[in-house]
Structures are given as C-alpha cells and as structure tokens.
T-cell receptor, first 113, second 112 residues
Framework: DGGITQSPKYLFRKEGQNVTLSCEQN?????MYWYRQDPGQGLRLIYY???????QKGDIAEGYSVSREKKESFPLTVTSAQKNPTAFYLC????????????FGPGTRLTVT | QQQVKQSPQSLIVQKGGIPIINCAYE??????FPWYQQFPGKGPALLIA?????SEKKEGRFTISFNKSAKQFSLHIMDSQPGDSATYFC???????????FGKGTRLHILP
C-alpha cells in the first residue's frame, strides 16, 4: 500500500522545545516538500528537496530545519526559534518532472503552549 | 508576481447548484495550473490540472476554464453534492520541476 505517512497525527510541546515531525514515503518519489497550513493562509512552503542530500528553503523557512539522508524520509524540525509554531504541517512528494502533481500525507497538528 | 489570488474565501451552494471558484495570477511564466481538494483533517489531493494552451478541461463533474489573456482560471463543479464540501486550492507552477504556489483556498459547503 503506497503512500506518505506522517507521525504522529497530533503533537503537543512546551514552548522552548525543539520537535521533529516525521515524513516517510514509499512511492519512490525523488522530490519531497513540507508545508504549513494556517486558517485562511493556504499552504505555505517551508522546505523542499528534489534529491537526497540536497534541499532548498521555501517561503517561510525561518525557525525550521530539515534533512534528507534517505530518499524515503524528510523529517522537519521545528526549533524554538519559530515564533508561532502551532499549525497543521503537511508533507508531500512528487516525481521528477511532475512537481505540480504532489501527493500529500495526512498531516501533523502541532500545538505548542 | 509570485502570488495566486483565489476567491471567494468561502462559498455556500445548494445541492445541484454550480459553485464557481476563481483564481488570478500575474507571473506569465506560470505554465501548470493544478487544483487540489482537501477534506477536513486530511491532506490535499490533486483534483485536476490544466496548461495555458487549453481553454477548458473536464473531469467528471469538475471543469477548469482558463483565460490566458486575462491571466485567470476557474473551477466549476456541476451538479454539486454534499460530498463535494471541502476546501479547494488553486495553484500555479512555472515548470514541471519547480515548486508550486498555492492560493489561499476556498471553503465550499454544499447544502443537502
């Protein structure tokens, strides 16, 4: 059963703590993406990676970090430097040459208090 | 220049009606225009996509209309059903390997 998994579905953290969100795909896709979704703001790109060991900043990368050591995995760390970390985080992937057709995971809702 | 402007923000339509969601862009380098559908608590899923060399594309009850000269495109849902209630995002991308820019979304509710 191919797809993208994100875990956990809900995550609670105290302010000042770093937290890592998991994203795994078994679609054999080269490209992977992280988005943040806030009410009325649409989907905003945090980071994306088109190949293993390489990634680029999106529109709102400040306070976030990523790694891409394996093709299947693209974890996102929300650091304590992110001023408003509470949001719904979505991971996606696509094949090379089809970036407009992205497959999304179910999302992780992060709440920081 | 990199924005995709989407309207309305929310829309309520009676079952069987034809909701219309509009999007506009400025960057003429955009070459791919996908639409995504998202149900509450789920990730978005690609619904339909169009390129500027086509003025209209249909997939089932969903139709995209594209006006290249006006730099506008829209989604129509024919014979809308309560199960179509979701958030719809238009998007644009300059090429097949670049990131895509999403509109802010339209929350659609179809009344039974």
């Amino acid at each position: 059963d191919g797809g993208i998994t994100q875990s956990p579905k809900y995550l609670f953290r105290k302010e000042g703590q770093n937290v890592t969100l998991s994203c795994e795909q078994n679609l054999n896709h080269d490209a992977m993406y992280w988005y943040r979704q806030d009410p009325g703001q649409g989907l905003r790109l945090i980071y994306y990676s088109q190949i293993v060991n390489d990634f680029q900043k999106g529109d709102i990368a400040e306070g976030y970090s990523v790694s891409r050591e394996k093709k299947e995995s693209f974890p996102l760390t929300v650091t304590s430097a992110q001023k408003n970390p509470t949001a719904f985080y979505l991971c996606a992937s696509s094949t090379t040459g089809n970036s407009y057709e992205q497959y999304f995971g179910p999302g992780t809702r992060l709440t920081v208090t | 220049q990199q924005q995709v402007k989407q309207s309305p923000q929310s829309l309520i339509v009676q079952k069987g009606g034809i909701p219309i969601i509009n999007c506009a862009y400025e960057n003429t380098a955009f070459d791919y225009f996908p639409w995504y559908q998202q149900f509450p608590g789920k990730g978005p899923a690609l619904l339909i996509a169009i390129r500027p060399d086509v003025s209209e594309k249909k997939e089932g009850r969903f139709t995209i209309s594209f006006n290249k000269s006006a730099k506008q495109f829209s989604l129509h849902i024919m014979d809308s059903q309560p199960g179509d209630s979701a958030t719809y995002f238009c998007a644009a991308s300059p090429n097949r390997d670049d990131k895509i820019i999403f509109g802010k979304g339209t929350r659609l509710h179809i009344l039974p």
